[in-house]
């Protein structure tokens, strides 16, 4: 390297520190940085005329409020320094709407919906003998045998757990619950004219903090399927859904759904109303966020409290 080169490559070098540093003061003096994870809501599915799906001697309103209540008391256990918000902790109902308006009004760093699956019975057609049929066939009566089935249902075998987060088809309700709710986006510092005109910071910020909650997300999915196997449940995985929860992506928070299993499924059903069944749920679901918490927590110092 000349001489030249290096004075070149050092005045480069010291043009991008000093735009990065401009860049940073820029930032930090005017976006609100979340602070860890401090509050989690919590939303049992469904409630009042809404029942959600329905077992046969149970239904998933009162399965999800009883986790999620439980699940309230367990994070409050594992980490007193948290929170909690509750959608709802009796039996009422809320159109999602409002549910989200609860949620972004609480100022929620996380969103949990509870919820059960249900999966419709299985059709069976049994062959059991044969009929004679008389018909006429010009004058003459004549006889032939039809094959006679019998049909029943039985439940259907589908069980397991499932944890989604909003479907990348979404993502732009996302966005627009970004810059509607989230604090770190929707900075009172930027002039109302300014945000109409699309705000470039705005606009990278809105970028920055989707992709930041996606991963989140999509890491506490995995962390609570995970904490479900331990426990010995089948795991159903993590996914992207595109529709029916409509609510993750009109939280401007990262949020997952978690089915808790199939209350269509009788020895499910079974575990899902059982005392053991709900305690184990919700202490895995705990056990996750506390991870995802230290995790983020974790970041969050080594980058000097950023
Ligand atoms: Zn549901």
């Given at each position: 390297m000349t001489l030249f080169n290096k004075i070149l490559s050092f005045t480069t070098l010291s043009l991008l520190m000093c735009i990065a540093a401009t860049h940073t003061k820029k930032s930090t003096g005017n976006v609100?940085?979340?602070?860890?994870?401090?509050?989690?809501?919590?939303?049992?599915?469904?409630g009042g005329v809404d029942i959600g799906a329905r077992g046969s001697y149970s239904n998933e309103k009162t399965i999800s409020?009883?986790?999620?209540?439980?699940?309230?008391?367990?994070?409050?256990?594992?980490?007193?320094?948290?929170?909690?918000?509750?959608?709802?902790?009796t039996d009422i109902f809320d159109n999602p709407k409002v549910k989200a308006n609860k949620a972004n009004a609480a100022k929620g760093d996380l969103f949990i919906a509870i919820h059960c699956n249900d999966a419709g019975p299985i059709r069976h057609s049994e062959f059991v003998g044969y009929k004679t049929v008389k018909?006429?066939?010009?004058?003459?009566?004549?006889?032939?045998?039809?094959?006679?089935?019998?049909?029943y249902t039985t439940p259907n075998p589908a069980k397991g757990t499932e944890t989604?987060?909003?479907?990348?088809g979404k993502n732009e309700q996302k966005a627009q619950a970004l810059r509607d709710f989230?604090?770190?986006?929707?900075?009172?510092?930027?002039?109302?004219?300014?945000?109409?005109m699309n705000d470039p910071e705005q606009i990278a910020m809105v970028s920055l903090k989707m992709s930041q909650y996606a991963e989140?997300?999509?890491?506490?999915?995995?962390?609570v399927q995970d904490e479900f196997v331990k426990v010995?449940?089948?795991?159903?995985?993590?996914?992207?859904?595109?529709?029916?929860?409509?609510?993750?992506?009109?939280v401007a928070m990262p949020a997952i759904l978690v089915e808790l299993g199939f209350i269509s499924n009788p020895e499910e059903e079974e575990y899902l109303n059982s005392e053991k069944g709900q305690n184990e749920l919700s202490e895995c679901i705990a056990r996750a966020?506390?991870?995802?918490?230290?995790?983020?927590?974790?970041?969050?110092?080594?980058?000097?409290?950023?």
């Amino acid at each position: 390297m000349t001489l030249f080169n290096k004075i070149l490559s050092f005045t480069t070098l010291s043009l991008l520190m000093c735009i990065a540093a401009t860049h940073t003061k820029k930032s930090t003096g005017n976006v609100k940085q979340k602070q860890g994870v401090k509050r989690v809501v919590i939303d049992a599915g469904h409630g009042g005329v809404d029942i959600g799906a329905r077992g046969s001697y149970s239904n998933e309103k009162t399965i999800s409020l009883q986790v999620a209540l439980k699940l309230e008391q367990e994070i409050k256990k594992q980490m007193p320094d948290v929170e909690v918000y509750m959608t709802r902790t009796t039996d009422i109902f809320d159109n999602p709407k409002v549910k989200a308006n609860k949620a972004n009004a609480a100022k929620g760093d996380l969103f949990i919906a509870i919820h059960c699956n249900d999966a419709g019975p299985i059709r069976h057609s049994e062959f059991v003998g044969y009929k004679t049929v008389k018909y006429k066939k010009g004058k003459k009566w004549k006889t032939r045998q039809e094959k006679q089935y019998r049909t029943y249902t039985t439940p259907n075998p589908a069980k397991g757990t499932e944890t989604f987060i909003w479907g990348v088809g979404k993502n732009e309700q996302k966005a627009q619950a970004l810059r509607d709710f989230d604090e770190s986006v929707n900075d009172s510092t930027i002039a109302e004219e300014n945000k109409k005109m699309n705000d470039p910071e705005q606009i990278a910020m809105v970028s920055l903090k989707m992709s930041q909650y996606a991963e989140r997300s999509r890491n506490l999915a995995f962390s609570v399927q995970d904490e479900f196997v331990k426990v010995g449940r089948v795991s159903r995985e993590a996914k992207q859904r595109q529709v029916g929860i409509w609510v993750l992506q009109a939280v401007a928070m990262p949020a997952i759904l978690v089915e808790l299993g199939f209350i269509s499924n009788p020895e499910e059903e079974e575990y899902l109303n059982s005392e053991k069944g709900q305690n184990e749920l919700s202490e895995c679901i705990a056990r996750a966020v506390r991870a995802y918490k230290a995790n983020i927590e974790n970041k969050m110092s080594s980058n000097g409290g950023k």
